[in-house]
């Protein structure tokens, strides 16, 4: 309680001083801003725990209203000098960063950058990962839940981030990083990214990120390469078309070769009315060796999703979402009531306040 009776406090503070405070009449050096997204949810497989399925960390819980991410922001802006600040509370909190100590977990954003020129910058701390085209914030992705890409691979990463722009079309960045969505370094090695990022017009966007690195113990050292591609491309003003590609390998604890897994979406947008979004998504993930989602003693998963969503604003700073979602898996890995099941069917519904 103490965490959402601070998020109140600044909601309130923020609210009575305005959604810009400045130090400098004349120039404004700090920019407060925060989201809160509260929803509800039914699985119609009534698992024991209610919680959604373990390859899932947004949205987590079944039968019950829930906050999935309370956030408060303070970007800071002089000439060339930049920073961001930001915390949390949730879902999103628990379930995401659990592996992290208990001092991290509400740490969304903790990072400070440094522009050269027109051309070249740096970013470094806590960042918002270079992969994929999915955020921890659901009001900036096109459907209400994550694809299973981008839940399971990193949304927030550490370390430093070089970025260099030769023009307007294109956008090059180096990363060094502690590893795969790790705050705290869990080895001596450290992990290189690299994202390329494509713009040619208003239209198109193309995307290709990668990520080098080892994810165990220095004793147990086995090498992680990853591959994660997306464009969005703006059919016509009021439709829009997403491919999502994420292709991995680790290599296997014996060295000899490496164990393989991928996934595939595609998204599409249709702007129906001026406050009124109609998204559907079809996804397929395979991961037969639990590389990235584990826990299933099948040790094959392998599943197909199809998802709906209507989004509607309510007005500026509050918007409603409902998202009928449905899995179908190649083994039985869903807990349905005292059984297993190979399918799995939602219903979600969020209203998120934008400040």
């Known amino acids: 309680m103490k965490h959402f009776s601070l998020f109140f406090f600044l909601f309130v503070y923020l609210n009575t001083h305005g959604q810009d405070t400045t130090i400098n009449k004349n120039e404004s050096l700090f920019r407060f801003s925060g989201y809160v997204d509260l929803y509800y ?52 909190t628990k379930y995401n960063l659990a592996a992290e100590p208990a ?28 992969i994929g085209i999915e955020s921890a914030i659901a009001k900036d992705n096109w459907n209400l839940s994550r694809s299973i890409l981008a839940e399971n691979t990193p949304y927030y990463e550490t370390g430093i981030k070089f970025n260099y722009l030769p023009n307007e079309k294109w956008t090059l960045s180096l990363l060094l990083i502690n590893g795969w969505q790790n705050i705290k370094d869990y080895n001596s090695s450290k992990a290189v990214g690299t994202q390329i990022q494509f713009k040619p017009n208003d239209k198109l966007l193309i995307n290709s990120s990668t990520f080098f690195g080892n994810e165990r113990p220095d004793s147990q050292r086995q090498m992680r390469l990853f591959h994660n591609l997306y464009l969005s491309y703006s059919i016509q003003p009021k439709i829009k078309l997403a491919f999502l590609l994420d292709v991995g390998a680790e290599q296997k604890i014996n060295k000899d070769g490496y164990n393989n897994w991928m996934g595939t979406a595609i998204l599409v947008q249709y702007l129906s009315l001026k406050n009124l979004n109609i998204t559907g998504r079809l996804e397929f993930y395979e991961d037969k060796k639990n590389s990235i989602v584990t826990g299933y003693s099948s040790g094959k998963l392998s599943l197909t999703g199809y998802s709906f969503n209507f989004d509607y604003f309510l007005s500026k700073n ?38």
């Not at 039985?332 to 979600?348: D, G, P």
């Open 103 to 130: 001092f991290f977990r509400h740490i969304n954003e903790a990072n400070i950058g440094y522009t050269f020129s027109k051309k070249f910058s740096v970013n470094a701390g806590i960042l918002p990962s270079h």
């Open 41 to 92: 949810q039914y699985d119609f497989n009534t698992p024991a725990n209610n919680e959604r399925p373990s390859f899932l960390y947004n949205f987590k819980k079944h039968n019950k209203a829930s906050v999935n991410l309370a956030l408060l922001k303070v970007a800071y802006q002089q000439k060339k000098w930049g920073a961001n600040f930001a915390v949390m509370a949730g879902d999103y």
């Open 318 to 355: 509050l918007l409603f979402r409902t998202e009928a979602r449905l899995f179908n898996s190649t083994n039985n890995i869903f807990e349905n009531t005292n059984t297993a099941s190979c399918t799995n069917f939602c219903l979600l519904s969020c209203v998120a306040l934008i400040f």
